[in-house]
């Protein structure tokens, strides 16, 4: 198995074993606390999770050379939170099912694409592929941050830990 290859399938599985955890933990919250303004990028916990949803879903038709309208970044994909932990669900396993497909070949090329600025670049996939899971990583960072504010802790999500749990 090429190591690279495994590293990303590893990623794929870790991305969704802390969204796990993550939902988890946003489930104990009600929905006005989800929906708070907060200082962050996207200004909610619930607006952050569905800014990754955004990311993901863009990154992924890239990657099948589909073109992708500009949904806006900060798009409410779904405001009701049962709809966007059942998407997030359904994501993370076409995410696994991506890099479970993914081939060196593939990993050599590059991608045209226009991003939301209306900008166009044409990238090594070496280096978009580790972003797709970068991206979720830098926002569940500060979703967990968000939680750290409320009455819910928030969960580990240290990849040694949610890829290898403690004994």
Request: hydrophobic share 40%; proline share 7%.
């Amino acid at each position: 198995m090429d190591p690279l290859i495994q590293h990303f399938r590893n990623l794929a599985r870790y991305n969704r074993l802390a969204n796990e955890r993550l939902y988890q933990a946003c489930a104990q919250l009600s929905d006005a606390v989800r929906k708070q303004r907060r200082q962050a990028f996207f200004g909610s916990i619930h607006g952050t999770l569905n800014h990754i949803m955004v990311g993901d879903r863009i990154w992924l038709a890239r990657f099948a050379g589909e073109t992708v309208p500009s949904t806006g970044l900060d798009a409410d994909l779904y405001e009701d939170f049962g709809d966007l932990r059942a998407a997030r669900v359904a994501e993370d396993a076409r995410i696994e099912a991506f890099a479970a497909k993914l081939t060196p070949p593939f990993l050599e090329g590059t991608i045209r694409y226009v991003n939301n600025a209306g900008l166009e670049f044409d990238d090594p996939l070496t280096v978009l592929v580790p972003h797709l899971f970068n991206h979720q990583t830098h926002h569940r960072g500060q979703v967990h941050d968000m939680l750290s504010q409320t009455e819910v802790p928030p969960p580990s999500l240290d990849m040694h830990r949610v890829l290898i749990p403690a004994p």
